[in-house]
């Protein structure tokens, strides 16, 4: 069977040894890897967010939460937000942060940039109009700023949800558990979901 390749950077992939079958596949050009998801429903509605941080592979970090009234949109963000605020801080550390959701890795990796250039505005039909989402926007720039302060990078990667990966799968699962239910109680998110939870 041929090693597959990185979906960050394409090289070919090592299998891991450390882990018990099957075995992990282990990205060379990634420190840490953050499975985000986030949910509202209605949209908007009650909300919740989920993300999965893995060191080498290995779940290193967990995190649910809700809001009482929201949007899917800002529960996507605030779950990245949030996972990058507990990475921990070292030199030169390569965080790549995989989502489902098109709007916030487009406002991520394109957008942001430029309504920062025009002071935090966007251009629509050559007229000023207000970001959304913008308290959002400005928290996810400066936790990605934290981590570039110490000569890291955070990249971003779309995948589809809902195609039988196990991280992504185990972020919706939470992140509409905690939607549904309005609770952080990660232990009881958990107990109550184990039999649709793969890892």
Known sequence: MATPLCPHCGQLMPVSLLTPAPPALIPRCVDIEIYTDGAAEPNPGRGGYAARVLSQGQVIGEIVGFAVHTTNNRMEMLAAIMALDRVPV??????CIVTDSQYLERGATAWMAKWKKLGWVRKRKG???PVLNLDLWQRLDLAMQRIRDHGGDVTWRWERGHIGEANNEWCDVMATAAA????????HLRARH???LKV
Do not use: G, H, I, Y
């Not at 070292?90 to 965080?95: E, F, T």
């Open 180 to 187: 549904a239910l309005q609770t952080d109680n990660l232990e």
């Open 194 to 196: 184990a039999r649709r």
């Open 90 to 95: 070292a030199a030169k550390q390569r965080v």
């Open 127 to 129: 007229k000023a109009q």
